[in-house]
């Protein structure tokens, strides 16, 4: 079955930026996700790719994709002390249908 | 706005006590989930609905109950048979194009007393 890992904890200096990665194991993923979980709070979808995209840019966050290797990865530029929450990556096929299929996250920690 | 509505926010369980636990959103999504969260872990899928009255078993269904009466509403039952209920309990429904994703509620956490 579908399988996606992700390293447990990462820590940075703010300002620094950060780099979270993520490899998963389904060829037929469509979506793959970036969502963030602040302490006590539910899932926030921070972006997401097309498989068909090497990389997309969105103000602080880029998301580079190596369909090949099946390998993601997401960087924060200039981290603060808001970005520390944990990051979980999250793949998927086509359709509604299909369900999302999480990584165990990877808690960002941002120290001064 | 639209978004996914959990209630409530913490719920306390005594031993063999059933509890349900709320979801509603106002996204007009056709499919909805329940997870699980323990400390330190990731999601664990207990449950899934892809359309009214329609339902499938997750992952740790084992346990738990689901009903799909609404489109708005999914809540999830966690019966005396579930040995180790304390967790924090998540609800999201899925968007449609062009993500896909997911949108999530803000938890439910549980706790056995």
């Known amino acids: 079955g579908e399988d996606v890992e992700q390293s447990l904890f990462l820590s940075v200096r703010e300002g620094d930026s950060s780099v979270i990665n993520c490899t998963y194991t389904?060829?037929?993923?469509?979506?793959l996700y970036w969502y963030k979980q602040e302490p006590g709070a539910g899932l926030q979808l921070l972006t997401y790719?097309?498989?068909?995209?090497d990389m997309k840019q969105d103000q602080r966050l880029t998301v580079l994709l190596n369909k090949k290797d099946k390998h993601l990865s997401l960087r924060i530029a200039d981290t603060q002390t808001g970005d520390s929450a944990i990051y979980f990556c999250?793949?998927?096929?086509?359709?509604?249908?299909?369900?999302?299929?999480f990584g165990t996250g990877t808690r960002l920690q941002v120290t001064l | 706005d639209g978004g996914i509505t959990q209630s409530p926010k913490y719920l306390f369980r005594k031993e063999g006590q059933n509890v349900t636990l709320s979801c509603e959103q106002n996204?007009?999504?056709?499919?909805m989930y329940w997870y699980r969260q323990d400390p330190g872990q990731g999601l664990r899928l207990i449950y899934y609905?892809?359309?009214?009255?329609?339902?499938q078993k997750g992952d740790i269904a084992e346990g738990y109950s689901v009903s799909r009466e609404k489109k708005e509403s999914f809540p999830l039952t966690v019966t005396s048979a579930q040995k180790n209920p304390t967790a924090f309990y998540l609800c999201a429904s899925r968007d449609r194009a062009p993500n896909y994703g997911y949108t999530f509620g803000s938890g439910t956490r549980l706790t056995v007393v």
């Open positions: 790719i097309f498989s068909n995209m």
């Open positions: 609905s892809q359309i009214v009255n329609d339902f």
């Open positions: 389904d060829s037929s993923s469509t979506y």
């Open positions: 996204l007009n999504h056709d499919a």
């Open positions: 999250a793949e998927s096929r086509t359709g509604t249908a299909s369900k999302l299929t």
